[in-house]
Structures are given as structure tokens and as C-alpha cells.
């Protein structure tokens, strides 16, 4: 069954570094999405991706934000100077239409120090 | 107003007992819902859609009203296996469909 990937599994980062979270969709998907979740909150929508632009961002995808799929199969979340704060798991998920099934990857947990 | 309100139990049942969850949003715009289950630290995994006239699947039943923004899950005859988060998930569609998601309902289920 196909499936979304995520890489790294875990990343330890100190604050003001730049991550890069790497994520491999559904193969025939073309709607694309990251969401975040601090440890014992609820899953948050951060933004969604569609046609080599993004379709919507929430107001934690602030300027240190920025997503991009370089290749035909990568889906990147970049942060450009993480802070305390963005430590979280890190959700990547597709979908084949934008109305029908979300399907998540296993997350990247981040931790900034 | 939280978008999307689920009672965050826990709820602990014995195997084999009936429970349900409820959950209610506040966006009227929503045009998708879903329960996903979140086991500890792993990611959202779609349990059901929710259609209007009520879904069934195995053990599992839906029910979405949507005058009242309110959406329910039931569960017979549970299962060890069962134990996990249930996440009630609304979608706004737009173009892109953002998911909305509750905080999480947790069932422990036990011997």
C-alpha cells in the first residue's frame, strides 16, 4: 500500500539553526500539506501546497517558514532560524483531490535546543 | 469558541462495551469530516469519513448533524486494540481542503 515518507525521523537542532524536513507524498497525489504538533496539543494545520505554489498558510507559517518541491517526488518544509518553540513533530500528508483522504507520514520530531 | 470541541476523557471501558464520542465545530463552511486515530506518538490515521446519512463500518459507527455542527463516533464490542486517541477532523475546502482537527478523545480500553 503506498505510503508517505518523512526524513529524518528525528532532528536535534540548536536555536537559530535551519532545518529542513524532507517528506516523499503518494506518488499520484498532487495536493501537499504539512502540520505540526506540540507535544500533548492537537495536530495544527501549518500549510498546503498545490501546483507549485502554496494554496494556504495558518499564522504559524510565519517568514521562517517556507515549503518547496524541488523534484517531482520531494516535499520540503524548511525553518529558517528555529526557535524554542517550533520544537514539535512535524506532519507531512497528501492527498489525491483536495475534498478527499488525507494521508500522513510518520512525522519528523524536532527539537530545538 | 475552540473550531472543533471533543471531551478529552480518558475513557477507560472494559472489552466488549459500547462507548461513544462527540464532537462539535463551529465552522459552518466545513464540507469534509473524519474520525482519525492517533496511537501515542505516531501519526493521525484515518478510522472513517463522515457522510450525512451516517456510515457504518464493522464496529464502527459515524453520524454527522450538520444543523448542529455536531459529529459522533460509536464503537461496539471493544478491543484491547482499540486503545488510541480518536481525533474528530472537519475539512474546509476551498480549493485545498485544511484540516481542522479536535484535541483528541483517548479510550483505554482494558481486560
Known amino acids: 500500500e503506498p505510503e508517505v515518507t518523512q526524513t529524518p525521523s528525528h532532528q536535534v537542532t540548536q536555536m537559530g539553526q535551519e532545518v529542513i524536513l524532507r517528506c516523499v507524498p503518494i506518488s499520484n497525489h498532487l495536493y501537499f500539506y504539512w502540520y505540526r504538533q506540540i507535544l500533548g496539543q492537537k495536530v495544527e494545520f501549518l500549510v498546503s501546497?498545490?501546483?507549485?505554489?502554496?494554496?494556504?498558510k495558518s499564522e504559524i507559517f510565519d517568514d521562517q517558514f517556507s515549503v518547496e518541491r524541488p523534484d517531482g517526488s520531494n516535499f520540503t518544509l524548511k525553518i529558517r532560524s528555529t526557535k524554542l518553540e517550533d520544537s514539535a513533530m512535524y506532519f507531512c500528508a497528501s492527498s489525491a483531490r483536495d475534498i478527499e483522504t488525507q494521508y500522513f507520514g510518520p512525522g519528523t520530531r524536532l527539537l530545538v535546543l | 469558541r475552540k473550531e472543533v470541541e471533543q471531551d478529552p476523557g480518558p475513557f477507560n471501558v472494559p472489552e466488549g462495551a459500547t462507548v461513544a464520542f462527540n464532537c462539535t465545530y463551529s465552522n459552518s463552511a466545513s464540507q469534509s469530516f473524519f474520525w482519525y486515530r492517533q496511537d501515542c506518538r505516531k501519526e493521525p490515521k484515518l478510522l472513517m469519513s463522515v457522510y450525512s446519512s451516517g456510515n457504518e463500518d464493522g464496529r464502527f459507527t459515524a453520524q454527522l448533524n450538520r444543523a448542529s455542527q455536531y459529529i459522533s463516533l460509536l464503537i461496539r464490542d471493544s478491543k484491547l486494540s482499540d486503545s488510541a486517541t480518536y481525533l474528530c477532523?472537519?475539512?474546509?475546502?476551498?480549493?485545498?481542503?485544511?484540516?481542522?482537527f479536535g484535541a483528541g478523545t483517548r479510550l483505554a480500553v482494558h481486560p
Open positions: 501546497f498545490y501546483n507549485n505554489e502554496i494554496s494556504e
Open positions: 477532523v472537519v475539512g474546509v475546502t476551498g480549493g485545498y481542503n485544511k484540516l481542522i
